[in-house]
């Protein structure tokens, strides 16, 4: 059984899935995970997991012990400036240096490392990507969406429940609470104005950014006040672009990317999560198949990861956010007459299913007896 030495870049949700079915493959492979930040996360957003990553964790052995941590969110709801509930909807019950064999590392110590294969599983802003590809191909394959979006925790208020519930404002502007039963509500805001002093802020400090963020908040209406007072003192604070990645190829010579840092689907997909998971057993399992040509694997990880990647990245709602006053009331109000009438409940009825062919949920997992996993 042939062994490799594999660099992995960043500890998000791709890298250590990569990790561990690449040791569940062969444990003899020499496997190092690096990521920038100082400690491991310890909060952050819930995550939505779909179709393909079920049946994944479950091959690992794992979604038992992912279960225990679901979150009780049972709905979802539009709200008007006062709270009302104008449109409610249901949820689903389930839940270096490149060479040519090898690359050349130089960590940030002085310490020099050679490696069988490199992966940058770094996120959307991935600087593997840019390494690797080179700042111009990394840039062209970075589409922003339009929008802006920053994430934080805040202490849960009297309102805050199991049922997450957005806001829409004037001036292109919404926010969304989640809490699904914990003493911390997430909080969303996504804005499509004031973009040019939320992009400059990006490279300031963390309380610059939630400066420019407040500015861009005000008056926006709803509990918008409560949400921008909790933003002042969540140590959790984080923004940046909606945008999807769009790469040629997910690899070039020995370093490959997996999750957001090479196919990033957006936010607005909701298959974030499942892409990377989907990513992160395709390259294991091309890898465990070819033990011995990590060319050969690598290049059918790529062909192999261009459908769900596609699948991934379709975007079925419009991402306009409301910019007139008029335009804010004629989307509550029309979410409040289709809610009334059923109307959603019938679109939902004619909607083709999830799982029909030409969707992720529908798009079949390769099986990969070599990766050593439950069936």
């Not at 933003?231 to 990317?257: C, E, N, W």
């Amino acid at each position: 059984m042939s062994s490799l030495s594999i660099l992995i870049v960043g500890t998000g949700i791709a890298g250590p899935t990569l990790a561990l079915l690449l040791q569940r493959a062969n444990p003899l492979h020499h496997i190092t995970l690096i990521e920038r930040a100082p400690t491991l996360r310890a909060s952050g957003l819930q995550l939505d997991f779909k179709a393909q990553g079920t049946p994944i964790m479950r091959k690992m052995g794992l979604l038992e012990a992912m279960r225990a941590h679901h979150v009780n969110e049972t709905g979802a709801q539009i709200v008007g400036a006062k709270g009302e509930v104008l449109a409610a909807f249901g949820i689903k019950e389930d839940v270096g240096t490149e060479g040519g064999d090898g690359v050349d590392v130089t960590f940030e110590d002085g310490r020099e490392e050679r490696f069988d294969l490199v992966v940058g599983a770094d996120g959307q802003n991935s600087r593997t990507r840019k390494m690797a590809f080179g700042e111009e191909v990394s840039a062209e394959a970075f589409k922003e969406l339009g929008s802006q979006v920053a994430y934080f925790n805040i202490p849960r208020g009297a309102g805050d429940g199991t049922i997450a519930r957005l806001f829409f404002s004037a001036k292109s502007r919404a926010v969304m609470a989640r809490n699904g039963g914990r003493p911390m509500t997430q909080v969303y805001m996504f804005s499509q104005s004031n973009l040019e002093k939320i992009k400059a802020s990006y490279g300031k400090s963390v309380a610059e950014q939630k400066a420019v963020w407040k500015e861009t908040f005000k008056g926006a209406g709803w509990e918008t006040d409560r949400f921008l007072e909790g933003m002042q003192t969540a140590d959790d604070f984080y923004a940046h672009h909606i945008a999807q990645v769009k790469l040629p190829s997910l690899y070039k010579g020995r370093i490959a990317l997996v999750g957001d840092a090479g196919y990033c689907p957006s936010v607005m997909t909701g298959k974030g999560t499942t892409a990377a998971f989907i990513g992160a057993y395709l390259l294991a399992g091309e890898l465990a198949r070819k033990p011995h040509d990590v060319d050969a694997a690598l290049k059918s990880y790529d062909e192999v990861m261009k459908e769900p990647v596609k699948l991934a990245q379709i975007i079925d709602a419009n991402l306009s956010l409301p910019s007139s006053s008029l335009a804010v009331w004629f989307i509550r109000n029309g979410l409040w007459a289709a809610c009334s009438l059923k109307i959603d409940k019938l679109v939902m009825k004619l909607m083709p299913q999830k799982k029909e062919k030409g969707t992720l949920e529908g798009w079949q997992l390769p099986n990969y007896p070599e990766l050593n996993l439950r069936e």
